[in-house]
């Protein structure tokens, strides 16, 4: 995933692409289902997010799947760094990192449902990947407009916000006072055009300077060949 694309909607603008479906759950798991080695790693080293996936048993099973390969076709690896970008989650892709599996980190200064919200977040971002890459390619070879660019991946980046309000409450995950990324998450508008109005506003009103717009468009002059 992008890096920013967190950033995005934490700072209030955007995330990385649109996500395929994901299975509703019907009933938790009996027995659960041991963690892979790689996603046992995770919620040792986040004993916060230990505690808030205790809490909601059918996510489970789906992580499992995701670290595993099942889902994917590629594992999972754990990072237990704090993102190198400094922002609040990140993955590497799987053509980014030595093995051909991704990479997933989550920093560790915030609640543990929100630590789950954002791990699954990207989780479900790393079906994303040919999309961007599709798009990057375009754009290296001057096959797609600045502006087209900038637009279409900020339109998938809130498509993947859409996915993720959905993954959101088909498996209850559900924000407390003290889960801010999660509610930031939840709030966001479902419409693209209303998406954008209330990103203006709340950058206006957090003081903010980050447009994913503009970031993209950016981005685009940086990946000319």
């Given at each position: 995933m992008n890096v920013r694309a967190l950033t995005a909607l934490v700072a209030l603008a955007t995330i990385s692409a649109a996500c395929p479906s994901f299975s509703s759950p019907t009933s938790a798991p009996a027995p659960q289902a041991p963690a892979p080695a790689e996603m046992e790693r995770m919620i040792t080293a986040r004993t916060s997010m230990r505690g808030a996936l205790d809490d909601h048993p059918l996510i489970r099973p789906w992580m499992i799947a995701r670290f595993d390969g099942t889902t994917l076709g590629y594992r999972v690896l754990w990072d237990p760094k704090d993102p190198e970008s400094g922002q609040t989650a990140e993955h590497v892709p799987r053509h980014s990192s030595a093995g051909g599996n991704s990479i997933l980190r989550v920093a560790d200064r915030y609640s543990?449902?929100?630590?789950?919200?954002?791990?699954?977040?990207?989780?479900?971002n790393m079906d994303s990947t040919d999309k961007h890459d599709e798009l990057w390619s375009l754009a290296r070879r001057g096959r797609i407009g600045r502006d087209d660019f900038a637009r279409k991946m900020t339109r998938m980046e809130h498509q993947a916000v859409v996915r993720f309000q959905n993954f959101s409450?088909?498996?209850?995950?559900?924000?407390?006072?003290?889960?801010?990324?999660l509610q930031r998450f939840l709030d966001t508008p479902a419409g693209f055009d209303e998406f954008l109005a209330w990103s203006a506003r709340l950058r206006v009103a957090e003081g903010s300077t980050y447009d994913p717009i503009v970031y993209w468009a950016q981005m685009y002059d940086t990946r000319r060949e």
């Amino acid at each position: 995933m992008n890096v920013r694309a967190l950033t995005a909607l934490v700072a209030l603008a955007t995330i990385s692409a649109a996500c395929p479906s994901f299975s509703s759950p019907t009933s938790a798991p009996a027995p659960q289902a041991p963690a892979p080695a790689e996603m046992e790693r995770m919620i040792t080293a986040r004993t916060s997010m230990r505690g808030a996936l205790d809490d909601h048993p059918l996510i489970r099973p789906w992580m499992i799947a995701r670290f595993d390969g099942t889902t994917l076709g590629y594992r999972v690896l754990w990072d237990p760094k704090d993102p190198e970008s400094g922002q609040t989650a990140e993955h590497v892709p799987r053509h980014s990192s030595a093995g051909g599996n991704s990479i997933l980190r989550v920093a560790d200064r915030y609640s543990g449902v929100d630590q789950l919200g954002l791990a699954c977040f990207e989780l479900l971002n790393m079906d994303s990947t040919d999309k961007h890459d599709e798009l990057w390619s375009l754009a290296r070879r001057g096959r797609i407009g600045r502006d087209d660019f900038a637009r279409k991946m900020t339109r998938m980046e809130h498509q993947a916000v859409v996915r993720f309000q959905n993954f959101s409450r088909e498996y209850g995950l559900k924000p407390a006072a003290s889960d801010v990324f999660l509610q930031r998450f939840l709030d966001t508008p479902a419409g693209f055009d209303e998406f954008l109005a209330w990103s203006a506003r709340l950058r206006v009103a957090e003081g903010s300077t980050y447009d994913p717009i503009v970031y993209w468009a950016q981005m685009y002059d940086t990946r000319r060949e």
